[in-house]
């Protein structure tokens, strides 16, 4: 079993920064692409970046410029990088990731449990 536990939510005034770490624990043979979705009130959950196997990157358009994905291989860590916070970018975020968890390459997917980012105007 595979557990993604998510932190540095918190609550910042706009034009902030926060760090978003999420660590992955249990059996795992190798991670491949990495992402954060972003559940807004009252919304649907989005996604916002995301990163591969190789390190490639790509963002919604709404975060692109202002925030960064990158990945620890080593210690099995997505991290999120958000600066110049905006207000509308409150909401829970979660990191999802396809992890193989046996040596026949088979991948899984998971989810973290959400952290809350909050900023204020």
């Known amino acids: 079993q595979v557990q993604l536990v998510e932190s540095g939510g918190g609550l910042v005034q706009a034009g902030g920064s926060l760090k978003l770490s999420c660590a992955a624990s249990g059996t795992i043979f190798g991670i491949d692409t990495m992402s954060w979705y972003r559940q807004a009130p009252g919304k649907q959950r989005e996604l916002i970046a995301i990163?591969?196997?190789?390190?490639?990157?790509d963002y919604a358009d709404s975060v692109k410029g202002r925030f960064t994905i990158s990945r620890d291989n080593a210690k099995n860590t997505v991290y999120l990088q958000m600066n110049n916070l905006k207000p509308e970018d409150t909401g829970v975020y979660y990191c999802?990731?396809?992890?193989?968890?046996?040596?026949?390459?088979?991948?899984?997917?998971?989810w973290g449990q959400g952290t809350q980012v909050t900023v204020s105007s």
């Open positions: 999802y990731e396809l992890v193989q968890t046996t040596i026949s390459g088979r991948l899984f997917d998971y």
């Open positions: 990163i591969d196997a190789h390190s490639g990157t």
